[in-house]
């Protein structure tokens, strides 16, 4: 990592032990592992805040479907039946 820094952090001793059976398994640090959970743990948020802050720009643009619309839609669907062929 040419652009890293340090981070510490306090883990349960269980943990740190699972940790270091995995980074053994594997044949990689256990900071390696560590730096890469952190990673997809920001990624995967990082992209769930935009998501949300997205829908709720939408819905300050008055694009969202009322609620009792929604609801009367969704009753709609258990009545719908199919044919068999």
Same mark, same amino acid.
């Given at each position: *990592? %040419?652009? /890293? %820094?340090?981070? /510490?952090v306090r883990i349960e001793k269980s943990t740190k032990d699972r940790l270091a059976k995995i980074a053994r398994s *594997?044949? =990689?640090s256990q900071s390696f592992l560590a730096a890469? %959970?952190?990673?997809e743990f920001v990624s995967v948020q990082?992209? !769930?805040i935009a998501g949300i802050h997205d829908a709720l720009a939408s819905l300050d643009r008055g694009e969202g479907i009322a609620h009792e619309?929604?609801? %009367?839609w969704v009753a709609t669907l258990g009545a =719908? !039946?199919?044919r068999s062929s």
């Open positions: *990592m %040419a652009d /890293s %820094a340090v981070l /510490s *594997m044949k =990689r890469e %959970a952190i990673e990082e992209w !769930q619309d929604m609801k %009367a =719908r !039946q199919t």
